[in-house]
């Protein structure tokens, strides 16, 4: 892991600090996904956060939103000190992100199956007005439980909808269990192929594959495209990676905040 | 009145290119002028109530204003939590055309009869609510949809309704209409049960009881300052919904007397569906009728209040 992961997930875990919560295991599995994102693919103006031109990106998986900040306030959104407000009572950054409160969020998510359908709604306003943004959606392996996630998978693929890209962070580890147990997504790949999208796979923490996937989006100008990212819930904390009770962690005490910045020293 | 208010959306799509049309599943040549002139406004998106209000979020927040068409029960039941956060927490202009409201669907049983929709919009902070009472009212309404920045729920009458409303009294969102003075009794009544209180008032102004109706076309956010104004001046109130008795407009009306003029609450009886799923089927009149929904039934509901 490279010194600017590793910077990310500090911000995450000052976060973490000062909330004394958060969803550890699936904010971990997000940050190089969003990174790439934010580093080298989205556009924005982060003093001008409403800019009509902007790259419209939805955090479907809003649990994961401590990723989301942090990528944000390293961006300028809003002050970095604002991370340790987190999940306090008068806190912009809440445990679930919020349009309207926030800088750069786009849409309030934390409900699971929501974002796809909202970006669905963007990336047809977009066409239909000849607008040049993209619309960018993550969404958790879990969330795809969902039966709406598939119902806007449906009407994506009817529009052709080109400008949308989906992302799937698939770090196979749901809130029970692993996913093969809960509800078995598999074959994942031949899923989104069959419902239209154009579908490719790549690990989810290897920032250069990262880039070269996102250089080539749309992958295919007839379709939306659907990334299966795999990766690693927890990952950069050995001793929560692949487990399923560090999905959601409250009461923090000091020795695992210390424990999580001496992984990342 | 459905007729109506779809007619009215290509006009507005007419006249504003921020409107679009969002349908589920609906019957063949629904809207079909609008979709062959304004192709890229016009969409139907399938059995997929979820879906579309999120849709139609996610082109709201783009500036669109879009109008979302299907049945009642699955525009409120089935996608809950759509309406509830992508709608209404982001407070955003979408508007929801409910068809069917209440009994129109008797035939079809209980899955389709929505008889709650109103009691579980209300309580959604930033929701609109609104039935007209007939499909003139519904057109001067469905103009001020355009300016009115919030989610809006319109419920439908079954259509061919009686008009009973007046080109006089305009139309304003919030404000209530009096559509005839009370003098003794006043009828609170919303959608096409204002027809029903208006033959009420007959039949008991012809026994000497004077009525009035007090049309309230919006459930929410409720004309309160026509209850502040009307209350004091009448001795008996029936509130006539085609509604669960359970979170509609009667509840509304009480609420709301209960926390500014407690002493008036008295006065209130409320008519609306029991509390129990549909037994019968037959017609919107016949379940009205088993559900004691009748002039009768309000006449005898108010001469006790008086």
């Not at chain 2, 409910?98 to 009994?103: D, I, K, Q, S």
């Amino acid at each position: 892991m490279d010194q600017r992961s590793k910077y990310l997930r500090k911000l995450i875990v000052q976060a973490l600090e000062g909330g004394g919560r958060g969803h550890i295991g699936a904010s971990m599995s997000l940050v190089e996904i969003l990174r790439v994102l934010y580093d080298s693919y989205l556009r924005y103006q982060p003093a001008n956060a409403n800019w009509a031109e902007r790259d419209r990106f939805i955090l479907s998986k809003g649990h994961g939103c401590l990723a989301l900040y942090a990528i944000l306030a390293d961006k300028d959104f809003f002050p970095k000190e604002y991370l340790r407000t987190f999940c306090k009572p008068a806190s912009l950054l809440g445990g679930h992100p919020e349009r309207g409160k926030v800088p750069g969020i786009e849409a309030s998510t934390g409900a699971l199956g929501h974002g796809l359908s909202m970006g669905v709604g963007m990336a047809l306003a977009a066409k239909i007005r000849e607008q040049i943004y993209r619309v960018v959606v993550v969404v958790g392996d879990g969330e795809i439980n969902e039966g709406s996630v598939w119902e806007a998978a449906l009407s994506a693929a009817k529009h052709k909808l080109s400008n949308l890209t989906v992302f799937v962070d698939y770090n196979k580890l749901q809130s029970y269990g692993p996913n093969h147990e809960v509800l078995n997504l598999e074959p994942l790949a031949d899923k989104w192929c069959s419902f239209g999208f154009e579908v490719e796979e790549v690990d989810g923490h290897d920032i250069n594959a990262l880039e070269k996937l996102t250089k080539r989006l749309p992958l295919n100008n007839q379709k939306p495209t659907l990334v299966i990212c795999h990766t690693i819930k927890g990952k950069g904390f050995p001793f929560a990676e692949g487990k399923a009770e560090w999905h959601h962690k409250s009461g923090l005490k000091p020795e695992d905040i210390a424990a999580m910045y001496e992984c990342l020293s | 009145m459905r007729k109506t208010s779809l007619e009215c959306i290509y006009e507005l799509a007419k006249r504003d290119d921020r409107v679009v049309f969002i349908g589920s599943d609906l019957g063949p040549g629904v809207l079909d002028l609008m979709k062959k002139e304004m192709p890229g406004r016009f969409f139907m998106e399938g059995v997929s109530e979820q879906h579309i209000v999120g849709m139609a979020a996610g082109m709201a927040m783009e500036g669109f204003i879009p109008f979302v068409n299907t049945i009642a029960t699955f525009l409120t039941r089935r996608c809950y939590e759509q309406v509830a956060l992508d709608l209404c927490l982001q407070d955003l202009p979408v508007r929801l055309i409910a068809n069917g409201g209440g009994a129109v669907y008797a035939p079809l049983g209980p899955t389709h009869l929505a008889v709650e929709d109103i009691a579980i919009l209300r309580a959604l902070p930033n929701m609109t609510i609104v039935a007209p009472c007939d499909a003139e009212e519904m057109k001067r309404f469905m103009i001020k949809t355009l300016g009115w920045h919030h989610p809006i729920y319109i419920r439908l009458a079954k259509g061919g309704d009686a008009v009973v409303s007046k080109e006089q009294n305009g139309f304003e969102i919030g404000k209530a209409i009096v559509l005839r003075e009370p003098g003794q009794g006043l009828f609170i009544s919303t959608g096409i049960m204002t027809q029903l209180a208006l033959k009420a008032t007959e039949q008991l102004n012809v026994e000497g009881f004077s009525c009035g109706v007090l049309h309230m076309h919006t459930i929410k956010p409720l004309d309160n300052n026509s209850l502040l104004y009307w209350f004091p001046k009448v001795k008996g109130v029936v509130t006539v919904e085609e509604h669960t008795r359970i979170g509609g407009l009667g509840s509304a009306v009480l609420e709301f007397c209960n926390d500014e003029m407690p002493e008036q609450a008295a006065k209130i009886s409320r008519i609306g569906i029991p509390d129990k799923f549909a037994d019968q089927y037959g017609s919107q009149n016949s379940l009205l009728g088993h559900w004691g929904i009748t002039v009768d039934s309000l006449c005898v509901a108010m001469r006790k209040q008086l």
